[in-house]
């Protein structure tokens, strides 16, 4: 396609990413009709980031930010989705992730690699300000669609109100108003049956 080896390689990491489209994730779209894909979780993120920027507990780089979102579940193309609440499949998680990473982000020329590869582990660690606020729309993402969907996802699969507010410990470190949203929610949710108290 072409002569340049640079263009190459991020035409091949842009046509791997094609993938994430195919990687189904627990959490339905609203009205219940199908599974999200990981590409629309992360452009549902990205959307949220800059709508829900003002929340952010302190000042981040939304272009940062947007570019961790955007390629925080690419490991998935390989690794496939982790359903959170899944204690067997979180034991092996991130040494699949590891091992995909290495694969997907060597794609890229090194700089590049380095880079994005950067930004994920960034966001793994949520240790700034861009990733405590990329975790927290990480996790009240599937929370805003369970709760549209009356929590039929949180009912199949039988979760409790501990496992998600464990899940949540830390997403009002990336946003207070987020977290108290959250709360509202699984609340809201223990009350109608929807998660087991």
């Not at 340049?4 to 195919?22: C, G, H, V």
């Not at 009205?31 to 999200?36: A, D, F, H």
């Not at 699949?96 to 660690?125: M, S, Y």
């Amino acid at each position: 396609m072409t002569d340049d080896p640079r263009f190459a390689k991020q035409l091949q990491f842009i046509l791997e990413l094609d993938k994430e489209k195919t990687i189904l994730r627990q959490t339905h779209l609203t009205g219940y009709r199908r599974q999200e894909n990981d590409a629309e979780h992360a452009w549902h993120m990205a959307v949220m980031a800059c709508l829900l920027q003002e929340y952010a507990n302190e000042p981040i780089d939304l272009a940062r930010t947007l570019l961790m979102i955007l390629l925080h579940d690419v490991v998935e193309i390989d690794a496939g989705d982790t359903y959170a609440y899944d204690p067997e499949g979180v034991k092996t998680q991130r040494e699949r992730e590891e091992k995909a990473a290495d694969r997907i982000f060597g794609l890229l020329p090194e700089d590049q690699a380095r880079e994005f590869r950067d930004l994920f582990e960034e966001f793994d660690r949520g240790d700034t300000p861009e990733a405590r606020y990329a975790h927290a729309l990480d996790n009240f993402q599937p929370i805003l669609l369970n709760d549209a969907n009356d929590g039929k996802d949180w009912r199949l699969h039988q979760v409790g109100r501990l496992q998600v507010e464990k899940r949540n410990a830390h997403t009002g470190e990336g946003s207070e108003k987020i977290g108290q949203a959250v709360q509202a929610i699984i609340d809201r949710n223990v009350a109608k049956g929807n998660l087991k108290p």
